[in-house]
């Protein structure tokens, strides 16, 4: 990767961020919504359609952490230290 593509990575890596956090913030508060104080309590309490619904939201939000993922490795993000101490 060069320079430039780097820095669209970088970019690209911090809107999915922001993206991953807030549909998870909208996930929380649509549990919460609807009186569960965690995902299986909150299920509980949902009709077919709501039920549907908090699924899109959770694949939304599992497809954006994948797309994080595949950046950190094109950035070497998660990259262990272990290597660079080893040589020293």
């Not at 709501?50 to 994080?68: A, G, K, Q």
């Amino acid at each position: 990767m060069s320079g430039q593509d780097d820095l669209e990575a970088v970019k690209r890596y911090r809107e999915l961020v922001l993206a991953y956090e807030a549909l998870d913030e909208e996930i929380d508060e649509y549990i919460k919504a609807r009186g569960g104080g965690s995902a299986a309590e909150g299920v509980d309490e949902m009709s077919p359609d709501e039920i549907v619904h908090y699924r899109d939201l959770s694949r939304r939000r599992d497809d954006l952490l994948n797309e994080m993922r595949i950046l950190e490795q094109e950035l070497h993000l998660n990259e262990d230290d272990d290597s660079a101490s080893a040589d020293g």
